[in-house]
């Protein structure tokens, strides 16, 4: 049973109770001055700003590691109302798929929402109360975004009230491009544990999702928590109501004994730090991925993936074999039709007759190439060596087989990860850790699988849930091949 405060707004408002007041914004670094040297610090900022625009982000990061590093944030309810920043007039990724738009990192303003506060103190457990950590951890990641040059706001900075209404209306206005809520959670169970994240499908649905992945995987990258399932919740109003992808982390269980001593300390809030900071830098400045599929197609194996792509967004490439194109045309005709490459692998899959010499490779190639292009349409240059370019069978040919494509103006691509999905006895689980591990974490990795594998279908969807640090892009000509 989930017991964070932070769920329904009717629930949430009934414990916080109304406050009238419009929310306001400030950035973190100004701190609480005497008004006696109001009026000073204002001109020093200003000079500060005239001569080196930078030196505002170096102090902001300072001054936030400052407040961190002192004693628990838990203070009384702050006088000073938060100042409204309007960002209207400058671009916004919100709405805008991914590599559509591309801002600066300074550019970009992330919300951090620091779940509950004032009268409301969340859930509580033996004295350690949610409230207080949801602040504590907040300002450790503002402290680690601001050092790699974010913009970041926090939608309260002492222990006072802020309505859902108004924290989702400020991030609003402010146009800010993402908004992260952070939590703790607690259980009648007292064994429970672990790392939730929540997203709203209303809101920036498939942008929302890929947050709450990257985030909750990096997280658990830094923690070593365990990962529980990701949540898609309606009900959550801010991230509901967010006009920008929004996510909400419950970073752990205080009812467990466990991991509230854990939570508690500075040392792990600062490993979450790292992890949600982590996750927001990627979810802004993704890999590339390139999906490739050999040897189809195949007619339900291919298809199974043609509908999982299509129902992503996502496009491949598919290195077909001239023999199955012939067998499966429509599949052929379809992979052509939604805008995914076509390669050439070969027209038969025989190593032994394929590489006796650079004549009987040339001679299978062209066969399948126009197979290919008698069938789909598809003129391709693309090709891939069946075993890759380099392999036990092509050792004495290689390089005058690639001379001699190379003439023809075409261009081979190897891979750098796999799914090592062409044994005997393929199993999903094992072809998502192959997929996942073999990127070694990579900027830029051309994935390896075959679409005539049912497992390989079947394992695709979760395999991509698993790598949301990647944006899938379409592999063509332009793209610098990786060969062996």
């Known amino acids: 049973m989930r017991k964070s405060g932070l769920c329904l707004s009717g629930l949430y408002m009934e414990c916080a109770g109304e406050y009238g007041h419009y929310v306001e914004w400030r950035e973190k670094s100004i701190g609480r001055k005497r008004k006696s040297i109001a009026a000073f610090v204002l001109a020093a900022v200003l000079g500060i700003v005239a001569v080196n625009p930078m030196a505002v982000r170096m102090n902001q990061a300072k001054a936030v590691v400052s407040q961190t590093s002192g004693t628990a944030l838990a203070g009384g309810v702050s006088e000073e109302p938060l100042r409204l920043v309007s960002r209207d007039s400058e671009p916004k990724i919100s709405g805008v798929p991914m590599g559509t738009l591309i801002k600066e990192t300074g550019d970009i303003l992330v919300v951090l929402d620091p779940g509950h506060g004032g009268e409301d103190e969340g859930c509580s457990s033996e004295g350690v109360e949610e409230k207080a950590l949801n602040l504590q951890i907040a300002l450790r990641v503002q402290s680690r975004l601001l050092e790699m040059g974010y913009q970041v706001r926090l939608t309260r900075e002492t222990d006072i009230v802020r309505t859902l209404e108004e924290r989702v209306q400020a991030a609003n206005q402010a146009g800010a491009d993402i908004y992260v809520s952070i939590h703790q959670n607690a259980s009648e169970e007292k064994d429970v544990e672990g790392i939730e994240v929540w997203y709203s499908g209303q809101n920036e649905g498939a942008e929302s999702e890929r947050l709450s992945r990257v985030i909750q ?268």
């Open 217 to 484: 995987k990096y997280v658990v990258e830094s923690t070593g928590a365990r990962a529980r399932e990701l949540q898609e919740n309606e009900e959550l109003f801010v991230i509901r109501e967010c006009t920008m992808p929004a996510c909400l982390i419950e970073t752990g269980f205080l009812s467990n004994r466990a991991e509230r001593g854990k939570l508690a300390g500075s040392g792990y809030q600062e490993q979450l730090a790292e992890g949600i900071a982590r996750g927001i830098d990627v979810y802004f400045h993704p890999r590339t991925m390139y999906l490739t599929f050999d040897d189809g197609p195949s007619d339900a194996n291919t298809n199974r993936i043609l509908d999982i792509l299509k129902a992503r967004g996502i496009h491949a490439a598919f290195f077909l074999i001239g023999e199955n194109v012939e067998k499966h045309p429509e599949t052929a005709k379809r992979i052509a039709a939604e805008g995914h490459t076509i390669g050439i692998h070969c027209y038969r899959h025989d190593y032994e007759a394929l590489y006796d010499s650079v004549e009987s490779y040339i001679a299978d190639f062209e066969k399948a190439q126009a197979v290919v292009r008698d069938v789909t349409g598809v003129e391709t240059k693309l090709f891939r060596f069946p075993g890759g370019s380099i392999n036990g069978w092509n050792k004495q040919v290689h390089d005058q087989i690639a001379e001699e494509m190379a003439k023809r103006g075409c261009i081979y691509y190897d891979w750098n990860a796999s799914l090592e999905d062409a044994v005997s006895n393929p199993k999903a689980e094992k072809l998502i850790a192959n997929g996942v591990s073999s990127t070694l974490g990579r900027k830029k990795v051309i994935m390896l699988a075959h679409d005539v594998i049912g497992e390989t279908g079947l394992c695709l969807e979760e395999l991509l849930d698993q790598l949301p640090e990647y944006e899938m892009e379409l592999l063509t000509e332009d793209v610098e091949p990786i060969q062996f």
